[in-house]
């Protein structure tokens, strides 16, 4: 379809109102192909280049070339000093190694199609940190669409996502010292190229491997965090400021992590905190209410959609959120949940509420058969203006009221029946998806508020 815009720079402020995915760029042959060439200026080939060989061993149908194709791979990629040699945990270069070692001397070993898809998981989640953001900003990226986009409109549907909320100047540490008051919010700029929603596709509410990996790296990723407080078994952190890549001031919090060691099975401690008892209590003491509103089944990984809205001191507009909770348990027996906003027209924004987005997740680690750490992840986009204070101190009422409702919770529920044998002889993910659906069942599967 022809472009009827004839005004150059219509079409260019028409581009700024989307984000592109990496998923849906990478898809597209000649978008590639300059992110290609954009991480050849970068010195950084040897991700791009795994991806793509990665993709075509895949689509092998024979197993003896299959076991070959991955002998060039893992010797190209994997291997310490390897000519593209790409940044993997020891845990996972080990094992790809090793399991392509015992290939060598029993061709019968079957090697599965997804045998480098963890690895895989890992060096696109690295390629959408380091170099990706920096090409959908580029000239030479935004001069493509420009071109492709005169010819044919519909380009940007195909391989972006439009916003949701009108770009917002981030406000620099001086504003954010003059702006504590309630009666004086920052002044905006409507001039900012700056994308107001998550590196997600919020239209799509299920979970990915990219997803559950992110939440996971951000927790094991010590040097990313500043420490506010630590108390017994508890501790907060907060971004450091040149970690900060999704953060506008006042209606973006700076991202979050809370983290507690609770003395019981890994598996009660995710009975309790997915019980609706235990929201209930959270919702009371933060002036919140939660319902859900659909049960997403039949995909790799079962998601509940949930519906929450927020009341907040006068003057500021009270919040609403809708957005997906999906659990997945990793292969070393810890439990990841990520939690993310999603965009459906059946439910809007409530009257009185504004819809602010979210993205974050919990992840459980087992310690030892009585010990659990947790940690809890938060981003958000208030979608207008919020004070610091408020918000720093709704996340420490949320952190107290969640940790001490979980030790409550925990010591009354019999811990034998939610952890005992039995349990532990189930199918992790089966269990995870079986209960959650057992308690959708339970409550309204649409929204009565």
């Not at 508890?234 to 060691?261: A, I, M």
Request: net charge neutral.
């Amino acid at each position: 379809m022809k472009l009827g815009l004839q005004n150059n720079e219509m079409l260019t402020e028409l581009i700024k109102e989307y984000s592109f995915p990496f998923e849906s760029v990478f898809d597209d042959e000649q978008c590639r192909n300059l992110l290609h060439t954009h991480l050849l200026e970068c010195h950084n080939e040897s991700p791009y280049l795994f991806i793509k060989e990665t993709d075509n061993f895949s689509n092998i149908l024979s197993q003896r070339n299959r076991i070959k194709r991955a002998r060039t791979i893992v010797d190209s990629f994997v291997r310490i000093g390897a000519n593209h040699e790409i940044n993997l945990s020891h845990n996972v270069r080990t094992k790809l190694i090793d399991t392509i070692e015992m290939c060598m001397d029993d061709e019968a070993i079957d090697l599965r199609k997804d045998f480098f898809n963890e690895a895989r998981t890992t060096i696109i989640l690295e390629l959408k940190q380091d170099n990706y953001p920096s090409f959908v900003v580029s000239q030479v990226f935004v001069n493509h669409l420009y071109e492709r986009a005169k010819k044919d409109f519909t380009l940007l549907d195909q391989i972006g996502v439009k916003n949701t909320t009108t770009p917002e100047k981030e406000l620099d540490d001086s504003d954010l010292a003059r702006s504590n008051s309630l009666d004086k919010p920052p002044r905006r700029t409507s001039n900012s190229n700056r994308s107001n929603t998550f590196d997600v596709d919020l239209n799509d509410p299920t979970a990915s491997d990219i997803d559950f990996s992110s939440i996971i790296r951000d927790c094991e990723d010590k040097d990313m965090w500043n420490t506010i407080s630590s108390m017994n078994s508890q501790f907060r952190y907060t971004l450091k400021q040149s970690k900060q890549k999704v953060y506008r001031g006042q209606r973006g919090l700076r991202k979050y992590l809370e983290r507690g060691v609770v003395p019981f099975h890994i598996d009660h401690v995710f009975r309790v905190i997915t019980d609706e008892t235990l929201q209930a209590e959270m919702d009371a003491s933060l002036s919140s209410k939660t319902t859900l509103f659909d049960y997403i089944e039949y995909t790799k990984y079962a998601s509940s959609i949930v519906y929450q809205k927020t009341n907040l001191p006068f003057p500021i507009k009270n919040r609403d959120f809708l957005f997906s909770i999906t659990w997945r348990r990793e292969l070393n027996g810890n439990l990841t949940c990520v939690r993310k906003s999603h965009i459906n027209p059946k439910c809007p924004p409530k009257s009185k509420y504004v819809r602010a987005l979210y993205f974050g997740g919990i992840y459980l680690e087992k310690l030892d058969e009585r010990s659990t750490q947790y940690s809890i992840i938060s981003l958000y986009d208030m979608n207008g203006w919020l004070p610091i204070k408020l918000g720093g101190k709704l996340f420490r009422l949320g952190d107290q009221t969640f940790h001490d409702q979980l030790m409550i919770y925990l010591s009354d529920k019999n811990e034998e029946q939610m952890s005992g044998s039995d349990l532990r002889q189930m199918d992790s993910i089966k269990y995870a998806d079986k209960y959650k659906l057992t308690r959708s069942n339970s409550v309204l599967s649409r929204l009565t508020v």
